[in-house]
């Protein structure tokens, strides 16, 4: 397998990513909604401390996968695609990129403006050149509470076309990103 995307498939650098990432989304959503309706205490706390050190490194995954993509750039679009599909395929994809990166830099400020550094599960926190501020901890609290929705809606509009694409169209999208393509 090839480690660079060519014009047809993903190759197994961006695959990883990908998955990694999604894995990592879900696990943050996951704790995100478990640990809301918590009490406060030891509970909540240890929650938050795994779900802040996710993120650490789903924001690293993200920024290489950003990076990733402007040095391999991803296949085109399947021959055949209409081109509103191409254009909200596009769209949907960008807004995945800015929503997850506007909810873990959200979630960074708020550990941030509480006067901590990112965790990384125990083994060192990444300290933040951001002061301690509870004005502007909540504002950041409420941008993280909110982003989690428009983050999860594309993550289904997403999932939701590569099973129509794979499952109605029968083209090759799906498969490009998991077992490649016949």
């Known amino acids: 397998m090839r480690l660079k995307n060519s014009s047809e498939q993903f190759g197994i650098i961006a695959k990883y990513l990908h998955w990694l990432i999604a894995a990592g989304i879900f696990t943050l ?6 640990q809301s309706d918590m009490e406060r205490g030891d509970a909540k706390n240890y929650i938050r401390f795994i779900h802040g050190s996710v993120a650490t490194v789903v924001l690293m995954l993200m920024t290489a996968r950003l990076f990733w993509r402007f040095v391999s750039p991803p296949p085109g679009h399947p ?9 909200s395929s596009t769209l949907v994809h960008w807004g995945l990129y800015i929503c997850v990166f506007v909810q873990l830099s959200a ?4 550990i941030g403006t509480a006067g901590k550094g990112l965790p990384m599960f125990g083994f060192f926190s990444i300290p933040l050149p951001v002061e301690e501020n509870h004005d502007n901890h909540e504002w950041w609290e ?12 594309l993550i289904v509009l997403h999932v ?17 990103m998991t077992i490649g393509t016949k």
């Open 142 to 153: 409420g941008i993280h509470e909110f982003m989690w929705r428009p983050l999860a809606a």
């Open 29 to 34: 959503l996951f704790l995100g909604i478990e």
């Open 160 to 176: 939701l076309a590569a099973l129509y694409n794979h499952f109605i169209v029968k083209n090759n999208v799906l498969r490009r």
């Open 107 to 110: 979630g960074a400020m708020v």
């Open 79 to 87: 021959d055949g695609i209409p081109n509103w599909q191409r254009t």
